[in-house]
């Protein structure tokens, strides 16, 4: 089993930033991708960004060019450095990982921009 902790979230003004983290632990011998879903109210869950082993990315199109997933090997954490947010933006943020082909995925944490 892997346990995922969030954390980083929040109340945030619109055009401000945030960094979520994501860190893995438990039975952890090779973590694959990583990465970030949302879901806003009453909206269906989508790809926030992920991020493979070889470090190659990928965004949903809404928040290409402002937001930044990376990820620390060492710490089984990724990150999500979320720039320019817009009120949009709010959703709970899920961190998930596939770890032996099995994917593991956070309770969600709010972030909240403001208008």
């Known amino acids: 089993q892997v346990q995922l902790v969030e954390s980083g979230g929040g109340l945030v003004q619109a055009g401000g930033s945030l960094r979520l983290s994501c860190a893995a632990s438990?039975?952890?011998?090779?973590?694959?991708?990583m990465g970030w879903d949302r879901q806003a109210p009453g909206k269906q869950r989508e790809l926030v960004a992920s991020?493979?082993?070889?470090?190659?990315?990928k965004y949903g199109d809404s928040v290409k060019g402002r937001f930044t997933v990376s990820r620390d090997n060492d710490k089984n954490t990724v990150y999500l450095q979320m720039n320019s947010l817009k009120p949009e933006d709010t959703a709970v943020y899920y961190c998930?990982?596939?770890?032996?082909?099995?994917?593991?995925w956070g309770q969600g944490i709010q972030v909240t921009v403001s208008s």
């Open positions: 438990g039975s952890i011998f090779s973590i694959n991708g």
């Open positions: 998930g990982v596939n770890e032996r082909g099995y994917d593991y």
């Open positions: 991020i493979n082993s070889g470090g190659s990315t």
